[in-house]
Structures are given as structure tokens and as C-alpha cells.
């Protein structure tokens, strides 16, 4: 019986979708699933709206200008349109509220990235490639020094 690459869980993303002439990179497929998800979250709040492509967009050049590898800044663009995909697990009451966040509103907050972390955990072409892991370097906070993101996190050619 033949059976579809894409239904083994165990498989990876590239090998399933791939031609079997070639391996060409997943990143393209991961790019639109990535900036689709940020239009959803950023859907949710009008004053955030092409909050995540502007994010994805700045950090990709930021990245380059920093002269980090093609292919990391890519991932840091892809990574870019999911950094708030965590404000899913965020009640809107606090995301739209008006006011000053109370200290737990404040706490509930700062959860988003470990929630999205979460939330992205089981896609294994993000988890691989170190998306997943760049919540990591997001909560750090403004104090973190390293010498590079690479000497940080093991980041996947």
C-alpha cells in the first residue's frame, strides 16, 4: 500500500514537501504559515495592525546589518511575524484595555512569549530550525549582552 510522506508524524517538513529530485528548503512554506498567524493575531487588536510584518521586516534588516548569515536573518524574519502569536493565551480584556495594567495584568502579559513558545513547540520545522528557541533571546530583556545570537543558540544551517 502506498502511503503520503506527510502523513508520518516522524517525517520532517522538508522531506515530505520536497521534490524527490531535490531538498529545497521548507523556510518558503514556514514563511506563509508564520505570516499568516501574525495577520490572526494582529487581526485581534486594529491598533495592531501589520504590527507582526513590520516586526518581521525591521528585524530581518536589522539582522543583516549586523551581518548575520542570509539564511539566520530569514529565520529571524519568519521569527518576526510570530513573536506575539503568544497574546492568543492573553485575555482581551487586558490586551484592550485602556488604562494602566494592574501587576498581574502586567505578569499575565509578559507570559505571552512563553505561551507562544508553547504554542509553536510542536511544529518541529520551527523547533529545528531554532524559532522556537529565539523566546529565549525575548526574554533576556533589555540587560542581556552575547556576542552574537549564534554563540546564544544553536541555530540550524
Do not use: F, N, Y
Not at 31 to 52: F, N, P, V, Y
Not at 64 to 82: M, Y
Not at 104 to 109: A, C
Not at 116 to 141: E, T
Request: with cysteine; aromatic share 2%.
Amino acid at each position: 500500500m502506498l502511503r503520503s510522506p506527510l502523513l508520518d508524524p516522524t517525517a520532517p517538513l522538508e522531506d515530505a514537501l520536497a521534490p524527490r529530485s531535490r531538498q529545497p528548503s521548507a523556510l518558503p512554506l514556514v514563511h506563509q504559515l508564520a505570516e499568516s498567524l501574525g495577520r490572526a493575531i494582529d487581526a485581534k487588536d486594529g491598533h495592531t495592525l501589520a504590527h507582526s510584518e513590520e516586526v518581521a521586516v525591521i528585524a530581518q534588516a536589522l539582522a543583516q546589518s549586523l551581518g548575520i548569515p542570509t539564511q539566520l536573518a530569514d529565520r529571524i524574519h519568519v521569527a518576526g511575524h510570530l513573536h506575539d502569536i503568544g497574546k492568543i493565551g492573553v485575555p482581551d480584556a487586558i490586551l484592550g484595555k485602556t488604562g494602566p495594567l494592574d501587576p498581574d495584568e502586567w505578569t499575565r502579559m509578559r507570559a505571552h512569549p512563553d505561551l507562544g513558545a508553547d504554542i509553536l513547540a510542536p511544529l518541529v520545522c520551527l523547533r529545528d530550525c531554532g524559532i522556537v528557541a529565539m523566546r529565549a533571546c525575548a526574554s533576556c530583556g533589555p540587560r542581556a549582552r552575547w556576542s552574537s545570537p549564534a554563540a546564544t543558540i544553536s541555530w540550524c544551517a
